[in-house]
């Protein structure tokens, strides 16, 4: 009988790598609740119309995760992202105060052809300020993606910062590309294919040379904003929305000061529904793309309520950050248990007694085991020491009629015999 | 424009509702380490094969979601509950040291008609222990589920166990049932319809009038396993599985000592895999059914791995809790927000020396929010204190000038203005 599998492209995740993985949504949802954000949930399921006519093309006609009930014959989608879900949600609840600011850490589906990092089922980790058009809400959205970085254990990165409002001013107004949308595809090719890459595949689309040859240049402007947006308005800054989004930008980001963020004329993001500034976190190594990315997308909520709210916000990417930090020697899944005390049984008779001393340490707060597959204390003490258990408490018939408990530190090697009364202090201890 | 809704049966949860559920989810987590459970997670979607043949007729026909891939044309079902998941897992994962004891929280969907108290996406809190067929892991099981539920706030509740052997002993063996299942179900309602109500559905089945007599005897044998499992033994106790399943629960239930255990008879369960001791607890107000369930089921991994392994476990009916906790005041959705202070600009000018404030109590610790709507001080001061934060901070000219915040303690009253350098402190203290 072969072992039957997850659902391919799907994941399961055993103690060593929840471990890992619970640890760091902490450390996310305690920045996020720093930051003045509460939590929500949505349902993994909506109705298809939800979610049609949200996110462009490809991703609708191919990524979304789509069934009809065959009970009620309507259409469900498996939820696509947590922005989407926001959005019907904010529409749902008109009562909700502004600015809200919520962030939400939940499985999303892509119906992706699986390979090495991209999985059906991953969790993404959200947050997002509603109801606020202002520059300082998308400054304390970079300024949250730098914090949200760090306190994952990271230090080398960057967040390149763009807007939509400049690249559809300059190319599509100040350039005059009436079809921009392959002009951005062959761009956000910058990091993968290089200058050349991207100045061949803007040649094949039959642009003018002199047109090719500003893009080229256009998107070689990358810097720390107090160089680049000066320059941006010198050249552009008598369009309309060129000079809206400079002065956004430099409102935002002049609050964060990081010589981490960098205005980047390349960065496009893929979405649909973005409006106004855009940003995503790259590390310095290992090259694996982006590790955070979000917007601002002033449209978006009114599609469901019908009047428009701002909002813009920011996706950390855990799953890419888990494999890097894996690769960087950041995070090992070392640690196989959260137990701490394993109480080994050296004789039946001793049972109850040691059940005793068990429910002593879990009440002490100690996270303990007891023997129950009647295993020998030999056998009983290379499996604990085998998951990393760093306490036995070994009981015997002379611990049963004394009323203690041997309590042995696998690290030091020390080996103290407590009173019952006094068990839970001594473990506490050597845990230290 | 109507507002758009979440799915029929699907909730969202706003920040108060997850706030507490979050706590509650916390509180199980703690108790499940406690006792040596380590989290594992496996996904929303499994093949439906991994699922059909587990769960008995109406669940496979009606309650579970399962669709058709439209790609692939494979099909898919939405996990039923963390049970048989369970079971795939440690079947795909053959290396697993055992016993192997997990606990999962995680999201379960089922095909329900939507009512008060009845969801299609509902939160499931299991804690099983696989590879133990001893007394002393059902024991183990039986005592996290008081430990669980007292620390959700209850104390006034029963543990109902029995053992499907001593359901198929008596019902089947010694009272000659052929056909037990309908009177299984009968039984099963004793709860809802009270002994008439059971009587008449026996009597219908058309069973002797004897037969019925006894089954009646037997399902009012309820009570401590001190008194019940003997009188038990005294009648059927020549019957093997019988006297197996007495000797089995008077181990196990002799390390719990709880007077809130009972056996009883009548508690029958309804999943198909169970296999040995059954449990169930219930609140003694209010009278909403059963808020934890569970059993063992030596039989279901041997489904997925070809070899036996037996398995033991409990589910904390998390959704039935909540609702009744809110019903009793147990719980209340008081707070609003995780954030303690708000950061109050009183003047737009001095924005960018807020901003610093805000700063400083978020790397100090603080849940803080600052203004991102540019409203005026009143307003921003108004919110707050609808949202329940329990700290403005002030901070206009004189305070950028002057180097400093003013700390407002909304419950106290009092009013502080601390140096920049201090607000951390100042603030952490009147949150005390």
């Not at 520059?135 to 763009?162: K, Q």
């Not at 956004?248 to 964060?256: I, Y």
């Not at 204390?377 to 018939?397: D, N, T, Y």
Request: aromatic fraction near 8%; include cysteine.
């Amino acid at each position: 009988m072969a072992p039957p599998r997850p659902p391919r492209g799907f994941r399961d995740f055993p103690p060593e790598v929840m471990i890992l993985r619970r640890r760091l949504v902490s450390r996310l949802e305690e920045v996020f609740e720093r930051y003045g954000f509460d939590p929500i949930d949505t349902p993994a399921l909506e109705y298809w119309e939800t979610l049609a006519g949200k996110y462009g093309e490809e991703a609708e006609s191919r990524l979304i995760w789509r069934f009809q009930d065959p009970w009620s014959g309507r259409w469900y989608a498996l939820r696509y992202d947590l922005t989407v879900p926001l959005a019907r949600f904010v529409a749902s609840n008109p009562g909700l105060q502004m600015p809200f600011k919520r962030y939400h850490i939940g499985k999303v589906w892509r119906h992706e052809e699986p390979q090495k990092g991209r999985y059906r089922e991953f969790l993404q980790c959200d947050a997002d300020i509603v109801g606020s058009p202002h520059p300082e809400a998308d400054g304390e959205v970079v300024s949250l993606t730098i914090d949200a970085l760090e306190s994952l254990g990271f230090s080398g990165f960057r967040v390149r910062v763009n807007d939509r409002r400049l690249l559809a001013g300059v190319f599509e107004e100040e350039l005059g590309l009436s079809n921009p949308t392959p002009v951005y595809r062959a761009v956000d090719k910058l990091d993968k294919i290089g200058e050349e890459g991207v100045y061949k595949e803007l040649s094949r689309l039959g642009l003018g040379e002199a047109t090719v040859g500003r893009v080229m240049e256009l998107i070689g402007l990358r810097g720390r904003p107090g160089e680049v947006l000066p320059e941006i308005a010198r050249r552009y800054g008598g369009n309309r929305r060129v000079a809206e989004a400079v002065s956004h930008l430099e409102e935002a980001l002049s609050l964060v000061e990081d010589e981490r963020v960098v205005v980047d004329m390349s960065l496009v993001r893929g979405l649909d529904y973005y409006t106004g500034p855009i940003l995503e976190a790259v590390l310095d190594e290992p090259r694996i793309g982006s590790v955070a990315g979000g917007g601002r997308y002033d449209g978006l909520i009114g599609l469901f309520s019908g009047r428009e709210i701002p909002a813009t916000g920011v996706s950390i990417g855990l799953e890419r950050i888990i494999d890097a930090g894996l690769e960087l020697g950041v995070y090992s899944l070392d640690r196989k248990t959260v137990t701490r005390a394993a109480v080994v049984v050296l004789d039946r008779e001793a049972y109850s007694y040691a059940w005793r001393v068990a429910s002593e340490l879990r009440r002490g707060g100690v996270n303990t085991r007891i023997d129950l597959s009647r295993a020998s204390g030999q056998v009983q003490r290379r499996k604990a020491l085998k998951m990393g258990i760093e306490i036995l408490v070994f009981v015997g018939p002379r611990e049963a009629s004394r009323g203690t408990a041997t309590v042995y530190n696998v690290r030091s090697g020390e080996r103290v015999e407590a009173g019952l009364e006094d068990v839970v202090k001594v473990v506490l201890e050597a845990i230290g």
